[in-house]
């Protein structure tokens, strides 16, 4: 099957992200949210970054007008019903992907793959609320989307391979380098980092070194862009912690535990960029203050 239409569900800073991208290969969009004012700020989002690329010469405008046209925001998920791959890229919580994907299967048509953004749940979890469980697969995307190049395609026990190489095919085509991964909670690079940031968050909660010297000791020692107190702001602790106890739930390890630092951070409200307070302090464009 040929991917000529894509479907996403979700405008917020993944489903953004993953809009924009498969707009930029040359696929026409149709994105859905359930309030104007989050497909706005999605929609804004994506006309943010195409324009940083117009400003630094990577992209002309007319380029830029000819991807924005692409795309199509929606509040009503009928809308995705000629689409040949649809994307979720909601909260990562399984009872509410489940009645996403629940609503797809009902909408969409027999052929469309339904692909899941999840960092650490099930894939068969969420494809066992569908009549069509070989057609699901999981397609893990990283933060920011547009600047990252790495996409986890994931099989589950039911995934088709024809479904598989539809989904490594799609990644490909959007510019991605596609990784297989099996249908463990973490996957790959999820499952490799959250013990390394957890330690992170413990060593701040312990007091054994601040915030700004724990990045820039991984920054500098590991030769990376951003430490991970930064990059979880990025993400947004609500997700973060959401992810972690996916993590903890599934293995019962300690080592996916989340630092009660962390739980009563997102009980404050303090959830990053977003909010304007994470771990570190934010002005309203995002940028860090202290």
Partial sequence: ?????????????????????????GFDVTVVENKDELLEKGLSAIDFWLQKSVDKGRLSSENKGTILGRIHGTLE??????????????????????????????????????????STLAIID?????????????????????????????????????????????????GKTVVIASDVPGFIVNRINSPQGIQAIIMLENGLATAEDIDTAVKLGSNVKMGPLERFDLIGLDTLLEGWENLYREYKDTKYAPPLLLKRMVSAGWLGRKSGRGFYTYDKEGNKIS
Avoid: W, Y
């Fill in 1 to 25: 099957m040929e991917i000529q239409r894509v479907g996403v569900v979700g405008c917020g800073t993944m489903g953004s992200g993953i809009t924009q991208v498969s707009a930029q290969s």
């Fill in 77 to 118: 998920i009928r809308d995705l019903m000629d689409c040949d791959i649809v994307i979720e890229a909601v909260f990562d919580r399984l009872d509410v992907k489940r009645e996403v994907f629940a609503q797809l299967d009902r909408t969409c048509p027999e052929h469309t793959v339904l692909a899941s953004n999840t």
């Fill in 126 to 174: 969420i494809a066992s609320a569908t009549s069509r469980k070989e057609k699901v697969l999981g397609m893990h995307f990283f933060n920011p989307v547009p600047a990252m190049k790495l996409v986890e395609v994931i099989k589950s026990i039911a995934t088709s391979d024809e479904t598989l190489a539809i989904g490594k095919e799609f990644g490909a085509r959007i």
